[in-house]
């Protein structure tokens, strides 16, 4: 199967594109993470997973005209996330996450801005964004 190409990813994301654009410049431009490219075995089954030293801030997996985000919070992060000034979208899906031992797994299928917005808030709980005009 061919690498996909950020034309691939944002045909599959389709009407999302803007919201998926505009997620990802924030990412590249507010932390020193390297987006790295998962391919699996079926059409489609694509992830972008930005890490560094091993660690995962974020995974983009594109679906048909939408996009999921994956923040994994450690336990200190779920404790901070609680008080966090998102809007009721995002808070609900982190009320709804499981709580496992170490932590919750956000599954967040941005709506709109206001969501991206939200997402924005919850990374800079997993790791403080560097500093830049347009923080």
């Excluded at 890490?51 to 939408?66: A, I, Q």
């Excluded at 994994?72 to 966090?84: D, H, I, M, Q, T």
């Excluded at 299928?109 to 830049?132: C, F, M, T, Y």
Aim: hydrophobic share 35%; aromatic share 10%.
């Amino acid at each position: 199967m061919k690498k996909p190409t950020d034309k691939d990813f944002e045909k599959r994301v389709g009407k999302k594109v803007t919201l998926w654009r505009e997620l990802r410049t924030y990412i590249l431009k507010h932390y020193d993470y390297e987006p790295v490219l998962s391919v699996g075995k079926k059409e489609y089954d694509w992830t972008i997973r930005y890490r560094k030293s091993g660690k995962t801030l974020v995974t983009l997996s594109p679906e048909e005209n939408d996009f999921c985000v994956l923040i994994v919070l450690g336990k200190a992060e779920v404790e901070k996330a609680r008080s966090a000034k998102v809007n009721t979208f995002v808070k609900n899906v982190f009320i709804k996450a499981k709580q496992y031992h170490d932590g919750k797994w956000l599954f967040i299928r941005p709506r709109n801005k206001n969501d991206i917005e939200s997402i924005k808030i919850v990374l800079s709980i997993k790791r403080k964004p560097k500093s830049g005009p347009d923080n």
